[in-house]
């Protein structure tokens, strides 16, 4: 049987059809088995052609054959980054990594931009270890492509996975040195493993690409605050405050130094400056936390009331509302706040335990 290109194509088209729609394995078969002879055909129509029955096997799960038609594909030129892709996958499928690679390298740089894009896909969707696997091969196959590294930063940070989450930046560094967002994460990692003074440095580094960079100025004062030089976090946050569009938060952050420093008080002081600039319900949970200090447990749970109804799905707001009422002696309430905190984070030991006391009376 003879065809000529456009008879071809949409001989072509047909196979795509077949594939997508799937009407059938006797359909799908007739179309993989669908003698073809090459005479008048162009070299490109039939390596599609071959492509296409490719993709089939694929949804019948016959990967060597699959691999077979692919292979055939780019033996007739063509070499598309779908069939490269492709090959690559079912090697991977097939656990020889190796061969993955080699296929995946020879058009690398479109193919990691191709991981990079599935590994942002399921970053976006929470899938933190599938976007996980997704930057590995962007990086394997293109390693200075530093958006990989980026995502994977990303991901470590998000899985609280700290050695890797600088490991991963360090990477970023190494081909992009003044990268803000590679050089503060960096700084927060650090500062997560309780390396202060590396955490600072890489701060410092920050304001001195970008002296607008807010949270580094937080990530100064916090360092500082950890190692419990309350003063030297001070002179940070203020920074904060003097910039007009920041204030609110560098109060914040200025009461939460002065409760680190059990200064209740001046703590109180600066979460109700706060509040009348702005209306977020962190501020009333921090100065809830100011008045629990004080061992003012009404006053605690009416700022833990409202942080709850302005934002009515943050475990930690109602972790602190049960604590407050079980310290008044408001049984049941408790009890119902802390069957709310197990709904919103299944697994919390400080809220089974007490619900445990007051539910066995132990």
Same mark, same amino acid.
């Given at each position: 049987?003879?065809?000529?290109?456009?008879?071809?194509?949409?001989?072509?088209?047909?196979?795509?059809?077949?594939?997508?729609?799937?009407?059938?394995?006797?359909?799908?078969?007739?179309?993989?088995?669908?003698?073809?002879?090459?005479?008048?055909?162009?070299?490109?129509?039939?390596?599609?052609?071959?492509?296409?029955?490719?993709?089939?096997?694929?949804?019948?799960?016959?990967?060597?054959?699959?691999?077979?038609?692919?292979?055939?594909?780019?033996?007739?030129?063509?070499?598309?980054?779908?069939?490269?892709?492709?090959?690559?996958?079912?090697?991977?499928?097939?656990?020889?990594?190796?061969?993955?690679?080699?296929?995946?390298?020879?058009?690398?740089?479109?193919?990691?931009?191709?991981?990079?894009?599935?590994?942002?896909?399921?970053?976006?969707?929470?899938?933190?270890?599938?976007?996980?696997?997704?930057?590995?091969?962007?990086?394997?196959?293109?390693?200075?492509?530093?958006?990989? /590294?980026?995502?994977? !930063?990303?991901?470590? #940070?998000?899985?609280?996975?700290? +050695?890797? =989450?600088?490991?991963? $930046?360090? *990477? %970023?560094?190494?081909?992009?040195?003044?990268?803000?967002?590679?050089?503060?994460?960096?700084?927060?990692?650090?500062?997560?493993?309780?390396?202060?003074?590396?955490?600072?440095?890489?701060?410092?580094?920050?304001?001195?690409?970008?002296?607008?960079?807010?949270?580094? /100025?937080?990530?100064? !004062?916090?360092?500082? #605050?950890?190692?419990?030089?309350? +003063?030297? =976090?001070?002179?940070? $946050?203020? *920074? %904060?405050?003097?910039?007009?569009?920041?204030?609110?938060?560098?109060?914040?952050?200025?009461?939460?130094?002065?409760?680190?420093?059990?200064?209740?008080?001046?703590?109180?002081?600066?979460?109700?400056?706060?509040?009348?600039?702005?209306?977020?319900?962190?501020?009333?949970?921090?100065?809830?936390?100011?008045?629990?200090?004080?061992?003012?447990?009404?006053?605690?749970?009416?700022?833990?009331?409202?942080?709850?109804?302005?934002?009515?799905?943050?475990?930690?707001?109602?972790?602190?509302?049960?604590?407050?009422?079980?310290?008044?002696?408001?049984?049941?309430?408790?009890?119902?706040?802390?069957?709310?905190?197990?709904?919103?984070?299944?697994?919390?030991?400080?809220?089974?335990?007490?619900?445990?006391?007051?539910?066995?009376?132990?």
């Amino acid at each position: 049987m003879l065809f000529d290109a456009s008879q071809l194509n949409l001989f072509a088209i047909k196979t795509v059809r077949l594939n997508l729609s799937y009407q059938g394995v006797k359909d799908v078969e007739e179309v993989i088995d669908y003698p073809i002879h090459i005479t008048t055909l162009t070299q490109r129509y039939f390596g599609q052609i071959l492509y296409q029955q490719g993709l089939i096997f694929e949804n019948l799960d016959r990967t060597q054959n699959a691999l077979q038609k692919y292979s055939e594909a780019l033996g007739q030129n063509h070499l598309d980054t779908l069939v490269v892709f492709r090959i690559g996958q079912l090697y991977e499928r097939l656990g020889r990594r190796e061969e993955a690679l080699k296929f995946w390298q020879m058009d690398g740089e479109i193919i990691s931009k191709y991981f990079i894009t599935q590994g942002t896909w399921n970053t976006q969707n929470g899938n933190w270890q599938q976007a996980n696997i997704e930057f590995r091969r962007s990086v394997s196959i293109d390693p200075n492509n530093y958006l990989g /590294y980026l995502g994977l !930063g990303t991901v470590s #940070r998000v899985l609280e996975d700290w +050695d890797s =989450a600088i490991d991963a $930046y360090i *990477k %970023v560094l190494s081909i992009a040195p003044d990268d803000l967002d590679a050089n503060y994460n960096l700084g927060v990692a650090y500062l997560k493993k309780g390396e202060y003074s590396a955490s600072r440095e890489k701060a410092r580094k920050v304001l001195a690409i970008y002296p607008q960079y807010i949270w580094a /100025y937080i990530l100064m !004062g916090d360092s500082y #605050r950890l190692e419990s030089k309350y +003063d030297q =976090a001070e002179e940070w $946050y203020k *920074k %904060v405050v003097e910039m007009d569009d920041y204030k609110s938060l560098g109060l914040r952050y200025l009461g939460i130094n002065s409760l680190a420093g059990h200064d209740a008080i001046t703590a109180i002081s600066y979460f109700e400056q706060a509040l009348k600039l702005s209306f977020e319900p962190e501020l009333f949970f921090w100065l809830g936390q100011a008045y629990v200090q004080q061992q003012d447990y009404e006053n605690a749970l009416a700022q833990f009331q409202m942080a709850t109804r302005l934002a009515p799905e943050n475990y930690s707001f109602h972790l602190a509302l049960a604590d407050s009422y079980y310290s008044l002696g408001q049984k049941e309430d408790a009890i119902l706040e802390y069957r709310r905190v197990l709904e919103l984070s299944p697994g919390s030991i400080e809220a089974e335990s007490r619900l445990n006391q007051l539910t066995n009376g132990s």
